[in-house]
């Protein structure tokens, strides 16, 4: 591991301006939008569907009835409710007899919703590609550029332990307190560095990167408190509360542009990567099962843990792995799924499994999976 860095740069601009707006529920979905175009007029750094899951987007079933064409993010609050985060419809809610879309109109910063949240208090916080977003219960409280955030764009957040919320994006990371938000910096990487390892920095079909300089794409926090980030260009970071550390292709990470965190029940990491494979961290050194063909697939997004401590994740165009521990279990069509852009895992306290895909939700039933739409099936 990289020598610890040894302090922090100091704080820049407080948030201050908070815009209320009241919300009116309603059950009718946005249908101003088409989530099958790509959305760059609405924000410079949005990438469409079909750039970043190619062909295999237009394998999905009929959309009238699902919840969205594309279910980005899975949560389930503290009421039991389920919230849908969609890549251009919004957030949606599920409280287990009716659906609630919550989008621009209700006050949303943006249609599409990378992260959700809940706090202490039961607010639950939306990360969008338009700024952040609170719910009360009531109300929506935004969060922009306007109010004194770095940037509008967010990728990531984390509630932690003590209560601090944080978000990452494309200008690095905030922290808010309970009033105000701060920049809280870490350092950027080098052109070198982004790119003395990563083949997708220099792969033109993967040209984007060069527009995102600068991408905390994941913040997750470990059983001994500290918070980790996942960045595009300079691998992970680790802040123990003091002093921040890095690791990098160097230590023996995948890939520098790393896409998402895990700490495993056994306290050992998972790290996937944009476009170097899945990487597991036992503590003292690393396994690279893409790179040592163990599995397929090089591109992957989100990594979860089930309740029985199955490893979940999913490999751009090839399918969905379950790892239990011995060995790799790969599902796809053929297993149900119309569609392997799988972005989001979420086992809820009733045991219920659910895939957020490109083809809309999905569930598992120990054996394969079937589409969820509006209609059911919910039990």
Not at 212 to 235: C, H, K, M, Q
Not at 247 to 264: E, M, P, R, W, Y
Not at 274 to 290: A, I, K, L, P, Q
Request: charged content about 25%.
């Amino acid at each position: 591991m990289r020598s610890l860095i040894s302090s922090l740069l100091s704080s820049l601009t407080v948030f201050s301006l908070i815009i209320f707006i009241p919300v009116e529920a309603q059950d009718k979905t946005d249908e101003s939008t088409d989530e099958s175009k790509a959305v760059s007029t609405a924000h410079p750094n949005t990438i469409s569907i079909e750039y970043l899951y190619g062909r295999d987007y237009a394998s999905r079933p009929d959309t009238a009835l699902q919840i969205s064409e594309y279910v980005r993010r899975i949560f389930q609050d503290k009421n039991g409710n389920l919230w849908f985060g969609t890549n251009n419809k919004g957030v949606c809610k599920y409280d287990r007899k009716t659906f609630t879309y919550f989008s621009t109109r209700e006050g949303l910063n943006h249609t599409q919703v990378r992260g959700i949240v809940e706090d202490k208090e039961g607010t639950i916080w939306f990360a969008t590609s338009g700024g952040l977003s609170s719910y009360d219960g009531k109300s929506i409280t935004k969060y922009t550029d306007k109010s004194g955030a770095s940037e509008n764009g967010f990728w990531s957040i984390l509630v932690d332990r003590a209560g601090t919320i944080w978000v990452g994006g494309e200008e690095g990371v905030s922290r808010f307190d309970g009033k105000n938000f701060k920049s809280f910096p870490i350092p950027k990487p080098k052109n070198s560095d982004a790119k003395d390892s990563d083949a997708e920095a220099n792969d033109t079909k993967y040209s984007f990167v060069g527009n995102l300089p600068w991408l905390v794409s994941n913040i997750t926090e470990d059983r001994a408190g500290n918070i980790w980030f996942a960045t595009y260009g300079n691998g992970v970071y680790r802040y123990d509360g003091t002093t921040i550390s890095n690791l990098t292709t160097k230590d023996g990470l995948s890939g520098n542009f790393v896409a998402h965190i895990l700490q495993a029940q056994d306290g050992s990491f998972w790290f996937g990567s944009r476009n170097s494979g899945v990487s597991h961290y036992d503590g003292e050194s690393f396994t690279n099962y893409t790179k040592d063909e163990v599995i397929s697939g090089d591109e992957i997004w989100s990594i979860y843990e089930d309740k029985a401590g199955n490893i979940w994740f999913p490999a751009k165009g090839v399918g969905v792995y379950r790892y239990d521990g011995k060995s790799f279990t790969k599902f796809n069509k053929k297993d149900g799924l119309a569609n392997l852009a799988v972005q989001s895992f979420l086992e809820d306290r009733e045991g219920r499994f659910w895939l957020g895909t490109g083809a809309g939700l999905y569930r598992f039933d120990g054996e394969s999976f079937f589409n969820v739409t509006k209609e059911g099936p919910w039990q």
